[in-house]
């Protein structure tokens, strides 16, 4: 195999309950990744389509990624990598996390898979240092593992249950918020009481997760901690969250730092129906936005073509 | 029926990542409550062995839940309560909640059971009131529903998944903590940093629960949270925690709030070698100490005797 093309997913992290833990994986929108080998033994970004972005390794995270991979493995080539983006940076459905894990997805396949896509979070993590600051892996898992995610540690990551037919619905408001930014926004200390409250809703989470409690799911879906603050961020965000719950979503929160916002239904029609709601709400702003409807992507990252 | 006898079971709250909101139900030791209906339509504690303890309805944490309950049922007689502790009161594993879940339990059995063992919790909790000052539901939950609990919020209870072949070792050293004075030694504020590292441990516990992985229970059994400011009481908890560990324990920790330590291990046999590691350590001591090996109890408190 000398070139492959890969769909590397939209995700969503944090679902609430889980701040920098908690991550899931989106199908239809993503970025493709195409890398192939070369003699030279340099590793190049060629081309990006659909964002301007660097093409410099060293700056733009599937680069970054990429680099750190190729630190710890022995090859004998080089390699060139085209970015066809389908994220939008700073919209907070993982358009960093797609790339740094694309990159590293790809050449891993090319040299014959000598790591698990487990393995591979780290590496992915260090595109997302590039990015926002800090290592985090609740997307890059959610993208590389598919299905729901759990990052107890850096390099402890779990793989959850998937309940049948969960349908998340993403509204992507227009504006730019740099994770670093929205990052700012968040208290640096919470109560006790707060902490025993929000972590309530997070094992109760992955409890319903694993018995498909979808009602128990909805209601661990609860951010007392960062939503109050990062949301001010978010136009209109209490009328979105009021709507796609009133239109039966079992939850709705901020998507990672945001500024998108996401709903989870049990089913893709209930999702669609809260799209539409979403809708009805934007259409009286003067502002662009996206909405898209996406089942939950139990297989996460996939090849799309080979050579 | 008109009287009724129940073992009503010790029980290990927090398990060192979730404080107030993890419990577990052990096996062998616990109170014994007796209840009899009297057509003198009062509430009664007539006798208590074992432990010197207030036969006042207002005082005795099994007349306080009882009265609670009794409070919302309609019932037609009396009910005269005998308590035989088998749990010292500020051992650290669930004394008053043994006492509180068992009289609520044994009257709703008499009664025709109206109420399911969960519906019973929030009783049993008010007892706990009145044994700590806040009615916490992490041990009674334990006691009534069995196995491990979870406590999302007050009225929001789940019986987690039990893995075969859990085994708990429990060091009670004879010196009492009451659970309002080992509360007050916590710190109430946290940065948002051990939150995410204390909460994720908490999630991956669950998650090790459903998916039986004993290697994640045991490394998730983390407490960055309150261990380091609860452990000062108990005399050689480093010591303790570190010989059980080698010994084979999965995680080690402080039961409750003290000064009761537990280990949890696979099997019993690892439990009763932990058992001989702690005792080789407290012998050098000069404190009296009982050292119980347990099963987790699956199925909570139970009926030994019904008239």
Known sequence: MNEIK????????????????????????????????????????????????????????????????????????????????????????????????????????????????????????????????????????????????????????????????LAFTILHPQIEVKTSDSRALIKKIVSLEMMVKQSANLGAFVSGLYTEDYELIGRSMKDLVIEPFRSILIPKFKQIKSASINTGAIGCGISGSGPSVFALSKGLTTAKNVENAMKKIYDNLDLDYDVHVSRVNDKGIKIIKTL
Chains 1, 2 share one sequence.
């Open 6 to 165: 890969v769909f590397s997913p939209a995700s969503i992290a944090n679902l609430s309950c889980g701040y920098d833990i908690l991550g899931a994986c989106l199908d239809g929108i993503g970025d493709e990744i195409t890398v192939r080998k070369t003699k030279n033994k340099e590793l190049k970004i060629t081309k990006i389509f659909g964002q301007k972005l660097s093409k410099n390794i060293k700056k733009n995270v599937a680069g970054v990624s990429a680099n750190a991979f190729l630190k710890d493995i022995k090859v004998d080539c080089g390699f060139e990598i085209e970015i066809k983006k389908g994220i939008k940076p700073g919209s907070g459905i993982g358009s960093s996390a797609a790339s740094a894990a694309g990159s590293v997805f790809a050449i891993n396949e090319l040299i014959g898979k000598p790591l698990s896509n487990k393995d591979l979070i780290k590496y992915a993590a260090e595109g997302e240092k590039a990015a926002c600051g800090s290592a985090i892996s609740d997307n890059v898992a959610a993208v590389l593992l598919g299905g729901f995610t759990f990052v107890r540690e850096k390099n402890d990551i779990i793989k959850l249950n998937s309940p049948i037919g």
